[in-house]
């Protein structure tokens, strides 16, 4: 039998978040985006070593911050410099139940030039999450045309150098 070199039920590239509590946060995933919690494993003295959640049709990993195994929750750096990126059928659904479970709105939910409904929210252990519905197909050229008009609204302020 061939071993496949992605195991079953994960892609290429899967995100591992650092959290304080990894167990406190398994409960906070399954009730803020649904995810479900499928593997658990204990370091000895009970902290969470590795666990695994699936949302949808991906898998992402969790581990308590631990200083002896050189993990630190974005707390421990001052905040996190990545983002989650979730794809889901009801957007405004899922980010009403995120924010009810105890996330922060950082970037409110509406339609996207590029095509989403998408918004951003912060969970308590400083991670960000984008939750995003696919709700049009946008061509190259549109696109162009859509960001030149979305940052020319923005006051020459997008963010970035000037």
């Not at 167990?23 to 003295?45: H, I, L, N, S």
């Not at 666990?51 to 001052?78: I, V, Y």
Request: aromatic share 10%; proline share 8%.
């Amino acid at each position: 039998m061939t071993v496949r070199p992605v195991p079953e039920g994960f892609n290429t590239v899967n995100c591992y978040l650092i959290v304080p509590s990894a167990r406190e946060a398994m409960d906070f995933y399954a009730k803020a985006f649904g995810a479900e919690p499928t593997v658990c494993m204990d370091a000895p003295g009970g902290a969470v070593m590795h666990a695994e959640l699936r949302l949808g049709n991906s898998t992402f990993m969790l581990t308590d911050a631990n200083p002896q195994w050189n993990k630190k929750a974005p707390a421990d750096l001052g905040g996190s410099p990545i983002a989650m990126h979730v794809y889901v059928e009801d957007a405004d659904a899922i980010f009403a139940r995120a924010v009810e479970a105890g996330c922060k709105p950082i970037f409110p939910l509406a339609d996207q030039f590029w095509g989403d409904r998408f918004g951003q929210v912060e969970d308590p252990y400083g991670h960000t999450w984008g939750i995003a519905t696919h709700i049009e197909d946008v061509p190259p050229e549109e696109m162009s045309k859509r960001a030149a008009a979305f940052f020319a609204s923005m006051s020459g302020d997008c963010g970035g150098a000037q």
